[in-house]
């Protein structure tokens, strides 16, 4: 994977922030505990003043720490928070809290990526209440940085470190082999040991099912999409959500505008206007904030979003959008950690842990499309579908996977959902970027 989740600009997150205030996105806590840029000085911290868990244990699947089961269609919010043991009750205390820190590549306003994860951090502040610190430094950028800011925590004493971007892996992997004691995870990442572990979800079931929606909603076939890099993680997103537009409309086509960058309302503007200049009706986005959407909604489209729910920026436009649910895995994870249980893993959840959730349909998504989407969702929770399961075309007419053939997740060997570098029939660009 050659992108990375960029840092973005003060100017563009300072729009954001503007934005993200009008639907109640915040990125401060409810204590006097508080994150920093990391650009300027170190995060000062203090433990959450909320209400302590006292929930049963939650059942753990055999291949990770954290993925815990959790009942088709129950509701997120629900899902139980594990309990500590007598031991682990007894070591961490709020004279003495388990420290948690998080590292964001964005701000914790951008009212889509980081804000899901810092929506997580909080749920973790609730189910533990003063037994738990956390912390948090946004803005991060890869590279050297990253490797800093990781020390800066662990001399704060944390004992468990998240990171939220692809690109802090390198520095992950090193702080990892440094720093033994301290336990590590990277979302969206690939390499293990003993004390560092891999977690996401299947984004792409929820892009699916999305792309279903707005294959529906166009009148002329065209949609277009505003896509981050050209990596495999957004390569499968807009592969998933071009193959569920055309399950609704075998003649749509998605047209990609790549912008380069997770983060910079600008370019989105500019990425976004383009495709409408160029005739479609729909748009998409993988981006990180809900710029694309308000340029849907000036011009009278329809938008599916992504990574949290903006319907908020653009009621008029809103189809869908797929979203990720980080609180109940951070909790489990920061419980295993506190009660000693904590073992290295590759997480990759989805519908049916309630991992990856589909946001609320617009207003404007008919009964028969919900009905459809609803009934392909329920398809992939019972394990009968998958998006990437053959034949699936090329974009250049050839075969990219067989029929009866599903691409695994992840393998070192062959490809996979991680390793694709190729789009599908009906997608218009270049899968190189």
Request: hydrophobic letters at 40%; proline letters at 6%.
């Amino acid at each position: 994977m050659s992108g990375t989740r960029t840092t973005r600009s003060v100017m563009a997150i300072a729009v954001i922030a503007a934005l993200a205030a009008g639907c109640g996105s915040t990125g401060t806590t409810t204590a006097p505990s508080t994150g920093t840029t990391a650009s300027v000085a170190p995060a000062s911290v203090a433990p959450a003043s909320v209400a302590p868990a006292s929930v049963a244990p939650a059942s753990v699947a055999p291949a990770s720490s954290a993925a815990a089961s959790v009942a088709p269609g129950a509701s997120a919010a629900a899902a139980a928070v594990p309990s500590l043991t007598p031991d682990a009750a007894a070591k961490w205390t709020t004279s003495h809290p388990f420290k948690a820190a998080f590292i964001y590549v964005g701000a914790a306003s951008d009212a889509g990526w980081t804000h899901a994860h810092d929506v997580g951090r909080l749920a973790v502040q609730t189910a533990f209440g003063g037994r738990v610190e956390t912390m948090f430094k946004e803005n991060v950028p890869e590279g050297p940085q990253c490797a800093q800011v990781i020390t800066q925590l662990v001399n704060q004493g944390a004992n468990i470190i998240f990171g939220t971007s692809f690109g802090f892996q390198p520095s992950f992997v090193a702080a990892a082999q440094k720093y033994p004691n301290v336990l590590f995870e990277m979302a969206t990442g690939t390499e293990q040991s003993a004390n560092l572990a891999e977690y996401y979800g299947a984004g792409e079931n929820g892009d699916y099912l999305s792309g279903m929606a707005a294959g529906a909603a166009t009148k002329n076939g065209k949609i277009g999409f505003v896509a981050p890099f050209a990596i495999p993680e957004v390569i499968r997103e807009i592969d998933a959500y071009t193959m569920g537009a055309r399950s609704m409309n075998p003649n749509a086509t998605v047209q990609v505008v790549w912008t380069n960058t997770w983060f910079d309302p600008a370019k989105e503007r500019q990425a976004a206007e383009s495709l409408v200049a160029k005739g479609v009706d729909v748009l998409g986005d993988g981006q990180d904030s809900p710029t694309t959407g308000q340029v849907a909604a000036a011009a009278g489209l329809k938008w599916t979003g992504y990574d949290s729910n903006q319907e908020s920026f653009a009621p008029n436009a809103w189809l869908t959008a797929t979203t990720y649910n980080w609180g109940p895995y951070y909790t489990r994870e920061v419980a295993a950690a506190m009660n000693g249980t904590w073992k290295t893993h590759f997480y990759y959840g989805g519908f049916n842990d309630d991992f990856v959730v589909m946001a609320p349909f617009g207003q404007s998504v008919s009964q028969a499309t919900q009905q459809a989407i609803l009934a392909k969702e329920a398809a992939m929770k019972a394990g009968t579908f998958d998006p990437f399961t053959g034949p699936i075309t090329k974009q250049d007419g050839s075969i990219g996977v067989p029929a009866g053939t599903t691409l695994p997740v992840y393998t070192t060997t062959g490809l996979s959902k991680y390793s694709i570098d190729w789009f599908v029939q009906g997608v218009i660009g270049s899968a190189k970027g």
